[in-house]
Structures are given as structure tokens and as C-alpha cells.
DNA sequence: TATTTACATGAACACTTGTTCATGTAAACT
DNA sequence: AGTTTACATGAACAAGTGTTCATGTAAATA
């Protein structure tokens, strides 16, 4: 019923077709061209170009916030927490980078409803985040800081991992970039 | 000649409605409804949409280069290099916060030829930094490790900064953001 | 065998896009 | 006083946009 060959194919070389152009970009022609047929065709994939948007954009945010949750319930201390959080991050990413890059360019072009609740469970993700970091402060595995500030630097870090396993390039060993990031993120780059 | 309030009032305007938006979505209708005046008047400012986005990008890119320059060139070792760099991207960012949001979020945009002179002349900026990440460790001022992902992990933490410097909100001091992005760069998050 | 399902086409639609052109006006220079 | 300069308008354009509709076909299902 859904697990069609044909269909697949759709929504995988449509997301890549719109990482490269970015969603505006991309017109309906296009992406029935990169498909070698008619546009009309589209619409036997998709209801419209703003619903596939919607849904690869919901899809994979619900992903993050279910591991999020997850470990938020959990019985670790912060720093252990922290590094879930981080573990769980780019293993979501390097499963599905494309729509992972889709989560962090193209969520601009959600329209007003659809928007506004992606904007507000994001922050919900942000703010989780920064409770386990405030947590990591007070018990005293963390440095005295900003901790929103903390909570942006980190995120911006882990935003970027998705070009690390886009299809056109040697991917990364998802465990040992983990292992970098945990170690930039809590060690910095200076010598000791 | 150059200096009008009027201009000033166009670009100034003009940049943000873009950020808001995002350049796709900003018509040449909205950019002069956002100004109160008619469309035609806005090629009394501009030459085209596309020479806009192209000026703004060279033009901000330009100063990122300038300061990476006179860095490279400088006797400093490869710490007090890496802070200066922070400290000039901060500096211009927080000049600028408008266009730098540009920089990072619609340079997709540009069309054929100036992308590629685009992404070439940031790659040499990128270049640039990882050349005195490579120093500091074979100087042994910085650990051992990956130093094209010690840049892009850098990079991505200084690019979000722009947020911090947006006219609707309050506005950082940029003195004390370079000292928490240079502490949490160096020395990480985790207490000691 | 009959019928549903998945995939495909081509023509047309209403609308939006960036841009141009001819023209106008008020202030600033010469 | 005459002219340049900066700023402004309204109408029109050609091209491109997402989407719909009626229709077709070959394979899977009943």
C-alpha cells in the first residue's frame, strides 16, 4: 500500500533535488523532470508542493523530539543526559540528512498555522535542552554560564552535522563523529 | 552623492524585510508597499533584484575577508590568530547583523556565475581559518584533532551569532559575546 | 473475467513574478 | 532662470508559477 519502489524513489530524489535548489527554488516542472516525466504526475505523490513540505518537515521534527522526551524521563545526570541528547541528534541525522537539511534551511517556508506550530515545538525542543543544561550547572558538571547562550552554541554545532552524510560526499562514521562533537562540545579545541 | 537618507532608508528597510521573509518570498511589490511607494520606484534604487542580493552578499563578504587577511598576515601565534578572528567576525556581525544574516541564509540565491565566485571566495576563508587551526596543533597550543571539522564546528557556532545583534530585540554587547564564544570554543562547557 | 490500483499524459487555468517605459514633480545646483 | 538630480507614478509586458481536469494504460487483485 505504501511501501511502493516508485514512490519511494519520488520522495527520495525530490528531497535532494530540494536540499540543491532549496524549496522555492525547486519549481513542480523540476521536480518532474529530475523524474523524467510529466508534472502533472506530481500530484499522483503529493497533494501539493506546500504538504510535502509539511510533512517531511513534521515527520522528522517528531523524531527529534521523541528522543528528546526519552531522554529527558530518564534517570542520567546531566552531563550523561547531554550526550544522549547529542547521540540521538546524529543518529536522526545521519539516518535521513536530507530531510534533516530541510529541517534546518527550508522551515522559513512553512505558511501561518503550520508555521507558527513548528516554531513552537522547536522552541519546546530548545527549552528541553537548556533545563537538562541548567541541571548540568547547579549539580556542578558544567561551567558557570549563560545557559541559553550554552543551548544556541550547541545546537548551531549539531545543526551542521547533516552535510557530513549528504550522498555526494565520503560519509562519516556516524559513533565517531559522536565522539568529536562530545568532545568539542564539553572539552573546547585548546591543549590542556 | 552616496549618502542620502532616503537611500539609507531604502537598504536599511529593504534588508530587513528580506531576513524576514527570506529573498524568494520578498517581491518586488512587498520590498516598495514595505517603503510606501510604488514598484517601478524601486529600480530608482536598485538595478535589479538578483544585483541587490549580489551587492550585499560581495559586500559584507568582502569585510570577513579583509580581516581574515590582515590576521594571516599578522606575527601573532595561532591562539591569539583564532581570537582575533572571533573577535573580528563578532565585530563586523555586530555592525551588520542585517547583511551577515544574508551571508549565511540566502547566498543560495545567486545565480551562476557569481555563486561559484561566491562559494570559492568563502572556501578560502574557511581555508584560511583551518591554516592557523593546523598551526596551533603542530604548535601544541591546541589538542590533537580532525582540523577541518575544528573549522566547521568553529564556523557554525560564529554564524548563529547574528541573532544576538537583530534590531528587535535586545541587543548583545559584542565585547562580551566574543569573550563567551571565545571561552566556549577554547575550553567547552564541561566545569574543570 | 471484471475491476480496482498505481502511474502516466497534455492542455488549460488563474495568478504572481521581475522588469520596462513614458511621464511627472519638487528640490538642489549652475 | 535654467537645468540637473533624486524620487515618484501607473500601465503594461512576457514568462513562470502551482494546480486541475479529463483521459489513458498496464499490472495487480477480486
Redesign the interface.
Known amino acids: 500500500m505504501t511501501n511502493n519502489t516508485k514512490r519511494d524513489r519520488f520522495f527520495n530524489l525530490t528531497l535532494v533535488l530540494i536540499h540543491e535548489k532549496?524549496f522555492?527554488?525547486t519549481t513542480m516542472r523540476a521536480i518532474a523532470q529530475n523524474l523524467q516525466f510529466e508534472v502533472a504526475n506530481v500530484y499522483n505523490y503529493i497533494a501539493s508542493k506546500e504538504s510535502f513540505l509539511e510533512e517531511s518537515l513534521f515527520g522528522i521534527q517528531q523524531e527529534f523530539l521523541l528522543a528528546m522526551d526519552t531522554i529527558e524521563h530518564s534517570e542520567y545526570d546531566a552531563?550523561k543526559k547531554l550526550e544522549l541528547v547529542i547521540g540521538s541528534y546524529i543518529q536522526i541525522t545521519s539516518e535521513r540528512p536530507y530531510e534533516q537539511a530541510l529541517l534546518v534551511n527550508e522551515w522559513?517556508?512553512l505558511k501561518t498555522p503550520k508555521l507558527e506550530e513548528f516554531v513552537k515545538r522547536r522552541r519546546e525542543y530548545e527549552r528541553q535542552l537548556e533545563t537538562i543544561?541548567q541541571q548540568?550547572i547547579e549539580m556542578?558538571?558544567?561551567?558557570d554560564?549563560?545557559s541559553e547562550?550554552?543551548t544556541?552554541?550547541?545546537l548551531?554545532?549539531l545543526?551542521?552535522s547533516y552535510?557530513k552524510f549528504l550522498s555526494n560526499k565520503a560519509q562519516s562514521n556516524p559513533l565517531i563523529l559522536e565522539k568529536?562533537?562530545i568532545?568539542?562540545?564539553?572539552?573546547?579545541?585548546?591543549?590542556?
Chains 1, 2 share one sequence.
Not at 140 to 143: A, D, F, K
Request: hydrophobic residues 45%; proline residues 0%; glycine residues 12%.
Open positions: 532549496g522555492k527554488a552531563r522559513r517556508n543544561i548540568g556542578g558538571q558544567l561551567r554560564m549563560d547562550l550554552a544556541k552554541m550547541i548551531s554545532t545543526r551542521w552535510q568529536q562533537l568532545d568539542f562540545i564539553f572539552h573546547g579545541i585548546l591543549m590542556k
